[in-house]
């Protein structure tokens, strides 16, 4: 048996169990069970590449930080707006697994791939050509050593690493690497747009004290949870940052403004419908602009819930009815767990956890019915019984 026949015979098994398991002589057990771990993952998050056959994929650190193909299908957009035009050549200087790049070498004439790791470099080798990238140059260098003596682009991309030299996961942008704020003036002598995907968990408002060049901010989701934080770069320095808030999902939605100082507008009753702002909203902290571009209050200053007498079919977030309204009386209390025996239980600008609450109503997890705790503008502690729409 050769490692392609135990790789296609066990694609679809424990590897955890494989790696268990007595090999046949022969196979490199390490590589198989890479190889099946990876496919299975691709089968996830890169679905056009699990199908392609013979694609080599690399360790699970390197699969883990690679982007899905539908956020990849998003910077590809995106760089398609920035440059409608002229697309001569790109270089990403953190060429990683590839995906990324794969997406976006097919919008330019010509495609820079650089990595540091000779291995991942052999796997760009292997891989573009199946994946139909005849367009490619593949450089086995660091990011600093090539932007040394690197001429030109259009366009730069990169995606620093965000884990230490012992493998933990690190978020702020120093620590990350290349470090981007030393290279950011460097990197613009190269190219008038730069691109850099970023960690979720990034303290976004710090990093724009950092990056002076800054034009816009890319926050990503996929089905309500935040995957990245994208930041062009443009030569000019920018007196105000564009903030663009996606959630890609069955229905994707989008939400863009230049402020992130707007005002709210405060309810002073609860009205029929109540809103939650998707995930990539709240990560940009751009949830006050949502009340002029939709009409909507909020509950509370704080509480980042927002409501109104109508419905609004494309508001960027969940929508709900509001069924009923429970203080923390006695009374209230034992009317709600008589009324709802479980329910998905979601808190907004209220002193206690989800699990504390949860022990004290004794309410189990699940059901139709969504329970919101929050705060209200006069000051009061509530729970708010909703119904998604």
């Not at 100082?261 to 902290?285: C, D, F, R, T, W």
């Not at 989800?354 to 969504?370: H, I, N, P, Q």
Request: some cysteine; overall charge negative.
């Amino acid at each position: 048996m050769t490692n392609e026949e135990y790789i296609a015979k066990f694609r679809d098994a424990d590897v955890n169990r494989l790696a268990l398991s007595k090999a046949p002589e022969g196979i490199d057990l390490q590589f198989c069970l890479q190889q099946i771990a990876g496919r299975q993952t691709a089968e996830r998050k890169l679905p056009s590449w699990a199908k392609v056959d013979d694609i080599l994929f690399p360790p699970r650190v390197s699969m883990e930080q690679c982007s899905s193909e539908q956020t990849a299908l998003y910077k590809q957009q995106l760089v398609t707006r920035l440059l409608p035009e002229i697309r001569q050549n790109i270089v990403d200087l953190t060429g990683g697994f590839g995906v990324d790049f794969s997406y976006l070498a097919r919008l330019f004439d010509e495609a820079d791939y650089v990595e540091r790791e000779k291995s991942l470099c052999e796997s760009a080798c292997h891989n573009f050509p199946l994946l139909g990238l005849n367009n490619t140059k593949i450089h086995n260098a660091s990011c600093e050593d090539f932007l040394g003596k690197m001429g030109f682009y259009c366009f730069i991309y990169l995606d620093p690493s965000r884990r230490d030299s012992d493998g933990k996961k690190v978020v702020a942008l120093g620590d990350c690497s290349p470090n981007v704020e030393f290279l950011q003036d460097k990197l613009l002598e190269h190219a008038p747009l730069v691109l850099i995907k970023l960690s979720p968990m990034l303290d976004i408002q710090d990093t724009l004290r950092r990056l002076k060049h800054v034009g816009e901010v890319h926050v990503v989701s996929v089905d309500g949870e935040c995957k990245e934080v994208l930041l062009v770069l443009e030569r000019d320095e920018k007196d105000s940052t564009t903030y663009h808030c996606i959630n890609i999902g069955a229905k994707t939605q989008f939400f863009c403004t230049d402020s992130t100082h707007a005002e709210p507008k405060i309810a002073q009753k609860l009205e029929k419908y109540l809103y939650e702002p998707n995930a990539s909203i709240l990560k940009a902290g751009v949830q006050n602009g949502l009340c002029q571009a939709y009409g909507v209050e909020k509950v509370h200053a704080f509480s980042h819930l927002f409501i109104s007498p109508r419905f609004i079919e494309n508001f960027p977030g969940r929508i709900f009815t509001v069924e009923d309204i429970y203080n923390f009386s006695k009374k209230d209390l034992k009317r709600l767990q008589s009324e709802v025996g479980q329910c998905n239980l979601t808190i907004r600008n209220f002193p206690s956890s989800v699990a504390d609450l949860r022990k004290r109503l004794k309410l189990r997890e699940g059901g139709d019915s969504y329970l919101f705790a929050t705060t209200l503008a006069d000051g009061q502690h509530v729970l708010l019984r909703c119904r998604q729409v």
